[in-house]
C-alpha cells in the first residue's frame, strides 16, 4: 500500500466492472438504443443483442447486433439497458421475476421511463446481489423521495434525465416542434409524429 492524500491507498476500494468485450442488452432497439449500440460497439468492442418487436436490419448489418428471446436478453446480457417507450405491456416490466434471471455480474440501466421498473424490487435485487449495480436516468416514482435508498446505495448511479440538457440540443428540438405545428396547419402529415399509426 501507498499513501495517498494523508491516508492508504486500498487495491480493492470502489472497483467497477470493465465493460469492454461484454455483452450489452437492449430492450427496445429504436433510435435511441441504436445510437447506444453504436457507441458500445466501437468504443467498447461490445457484443450487442437486443429484444424488439420488430427485427433491426441496421443494427444488425452494421453493429452485428441480434436479436433474441427476452429470455435469452436476460440470461446473456452483462448491461441491459431499457430504451423502450411505456406501454401497459412494459410498465414494471422489469420485477422480482425478472431481476432474478439476469446475472449476478449484470448492471440494469433504465434511461426509458421509470414505470418501466419496479422499485422495490430493484432495490430488493440490488440490496441482495441478485444484480451487481444500477444506473437510472429515470426512477419509480419521480421525483425521488429524498430518503430513497437508491441514493446511498454504493452499487447505483441515479442521474436527473438531462441528456438534451445542450444549447444546440434544445433548439434542434424547438425546431422539430415548429416544423410539426407548421405542416398540422397546412393540414399536412406531422414529420416528427410519435405515433404514427394515427394515420392509418
Known amino acids: 500500500m501507498r499513501l495517498v492524500n494523508g491516508g492508504f491507498f486500498e487495491p480493492?476500494?470502489?472497483?467497477?466492472i470493465e465493460i469492454h468485450g461484454k455483452t450489452l442488452g437492449i430492450f427496445g432497439l429504436g433510435k435511441i438504443g441504436f445510437e447506444l449500440a453504436r457507441r458500445c460497439a466501437f468504443a467498447f468492442n461490445m457484443k450487442i443483442i437486443y429484444h424488439n418487436r420488430h427485427p433491426h436490419a441496421e443494427a444488425e448489418k452494421a453493429l452485428g447486433a441480434r436479436l433474441v428471446s427476452f429470455q435469452e436478453l436476460l440470461e446473456s446480457s452483462d448491461v441491459l439497458s431499457v430504451n423502450t417507450a411505456l406501454t401497459p405491456e412494459t410498465k414494471e416490466k422489469f420485477n422480482k421475476e425478472v431481476f432474478a434471471r439476469m446475472k449476478p455480474s449484470s448492471i440494469f440501466i433504465n434511461a426509458a421511463r421509470g414505470s418501466i421498473h419496479q422499485e422495490e424490487d430493484l432495490i430488493?435485487?440490488?440490496?441482495?446481489?441478485?444484480?451487481?449495480?444500477?444506473?437510472?436516468?429515470v426512477t419509480n416514482p419521480e421525483p425521488m423521495h429524498p430518503d430513497n435508498p437508491l441514493l446511498s446505495m454504493p452499487n447505483v448511479c441515479v442521474l436527473p434525465h438531462i441528456g438534451s440538457a445542450t444549447e444546440e440540443t434544445r433548439a434542434a428540438m424547438s425546431l422539430l416542434a415548429a416544423k410539426n405545428i407548421v405542416a398540422g396547419l397546412k393540414g399536412d402529415h406531422l414529420p416528427y409524429c410519435v405515433n404514427p399509426e394515427v394515420y392509418n
Open 12 to 16: 480493492k476500494a470502489n472497483l467497477g
Open 124 to 137: 430488493d435485487a440490488l440490496n441482495k446481489g441478485t444484480i451487481w449495480g444500477a444506473g437510472l436516468d
